[in-house]
């Protein structure tokens, strides 16, 4: 045996669900937003906060505390700068919507990812004779709260980038096809007080678009125009965007979306894809090939793609000049000029 292999790599890859799930669950209980309630807290003092059996809590907390997900400071335990500002349920730059949905959903679907792999089919509620993902969400309004929150969180850091790196100040109207809340419009009218636009998605969305644009003071700007998306035309724009939506479908419907926006784009206008693009060799961009499990976990047809793929499929639209732009981590652009 060779003395400088070890399988320690492989243990923590494979045991990585044990650190996923404390995490989750101190998310759930509110361990985060408590903490910065309370200030620092001692062991007992936060059992009891949180209404835990006193038998594993330290356990509980120091395993945060090694993961480096918690602080603790002569016996009392604190939030680290990142909890504190992005697992605090009280800011705005709260993040832990979509690992509230991963531990509400997701985590129990992919303990059937193997199933789905020998079959090709969704391992979520269409597999019990439920909904399927989106009928499932839509359809309650405590899970699209939390689905729309999860949604914002995830592509915060991206979208901040897309309203910093994308040429604005060539264009004057904006929409975001299947916008959500309206994080991105949110970012971009904030970035560039020219810009106005707003967010086309189905009409349930619309109080939640109204909450969240209004808590910036941007509702003379932005506007909801309610719709579906596979139905009809989109509204019309000198730049598009569709950010975490291409990857739900199937390719063609991928194609139909993109020639939509196509259509709906004067000359010169702009279609902005972003997603967690794969690197095009497929060696690097872990979290976008398992963000494609995901769409096989949730989705009929769904995947996700590489750079050279949407560009190619851009291209096949009719779209004269393409290129991919990494925002950050794991995510990047794609766009499109008519």
Known sequence: M???????????????????????????????????????????????????????????????VA??????????????TETDLFLDREKPSYVGGMLEMANHRLYKFWGSLTEGLKNGQPQNEIKSGGEGLFDAVYGNPATLK?????????????NVEVARKFPW??????????????????????????????????PVVHPFFEEYVESFGLEDRLEFRPGNFFEGFFPKADVLAMGHILHDWNIDEKRELIDKAYKALPEGGALIVIESIIDDDRRENAFGLLMSLNMLIETPGGFDFTGADCQGWLKDAGFRETRSEHLIGPASMVIGIK
């Open 169 to 202: 100040k060539e264009y004057k109207t904006f929409m975001d096809i299947g916008g959500a809340e309206g994080g991105l419009t949110a970012q971009v009218a904030l970035a560039h007080p020219h810009i106005t636009g707003g967010v086309f998605d189905l």
């Open 2 to 64: 060779n003395d400088d292999l070890s399988p320690e790599k492989i243990m923590q890859l494979g045991l990585g669900f044990w650190g996923s799930k404390t995490l989750l669950s101190a998310i759930e209980l509110g361990l985060y937003t408590k903490i910065a309630e309370t200030g620092p807290l001692d062991c007992e003092a936060l059992s009891q906060a949180l209404e835990i059996h006193s038998r594993s809590a330290s356990d509980f907390f120091d395993a945060l």
């Open 146 to 158: 939390e689905f729309l929150k999860g949604m914002t969180g995830l592509s915060m850091g991206a």
């Open 67 to 80: 993961l480096g997900m918690l602080n603790r400071d002569q016996g009392l335990y604190s939030n680290t």
